[in-house]
């Protein structure tokens, strides 16, 4: 009997080769849609309960400020101001130009209150006047009493360079769009 297995090798070896060429693709379009169009974190901590809880995994949009502004009340993900190394997730509450401050639990904006519906509770404590300057922007946590943001940061304003991406909607544990 005489079999030749060359045939059935080279069969092998070019399915393989298949294999790792749709492998190679599937990795470099993941790299491509994870770098340049998609950001997808995770929730460390309680500053955005009740919008986001502890462990929620976010998908957020890195186009969404490319043609169009950012807004009031978007929920970004952005460099640290502080700690340029560091991602952090919290709601737009103040816009260039505008004087922002916080007094009894109401964030006020150029002297008028802020009506903030995704909020949990009342603020406590005060802060500001502060003026925002151009290209910047203030952010806080929802989860006021428990949020480290722009109210105790070093500087508390983040650039419009140093926005990451807006958050779309929360993905895991249970499917979730974002306001």
């Not at 070896?13 to 993941?30: D, H, M, T």
């Not at 260039?96 to 209150?113: C, D, L």
């Not at 929802?142 to 508390?156: E, I, L, T």
């Amino acid at each position: 009997m005489n079999f030749n297995y060359s045939n059935k090798g080279k069969k092998i070896k070019k399915n393989i080769n298949e294999e790792i060429k749709w492998l190679s693709a599937i990795l470099i379009g993941y790299l491509i849609i994870s770098q340049l169009i998609l950001f997808n974190g995770h929730i460390p901590s309680s500053s955005m309960v009740d919008t986001l809880q502890v462990k929620d995994r976010v998908l957020s949009n890195r186009l969404a400020y490319i043609v169009n502004q950012p807004k009031r009340s978007d929920v970004v993900v952005f460099f640290h101001p502080d700690q340029p190394n560091k991602h952090l997730i919290k709601r737009i509450i103040g816009l260039p130009g505008e004087v922002i401050r916080g007094n009894n639990g109401i964030v006020y904006i150029n002297n008028q209150p802020l009506d903030e519906p995704y909020l949990l509770g009342s603020m406590i404590g005060s802060f500001g006047p502060i003026k925002i300057p151009i290209n910047s922007y203030f952010m806080m946590g929802d989860n006021r009493n428990f949020s480290a943001d722009a109210r105790v940061w070093k500087q508390p304003f983040v650039y419009k360079d140093n926005l990451i991406a807006k958050a779309m909607f929360v993905y895991y544990p249970i499917f979730k769009k974002l306001p």
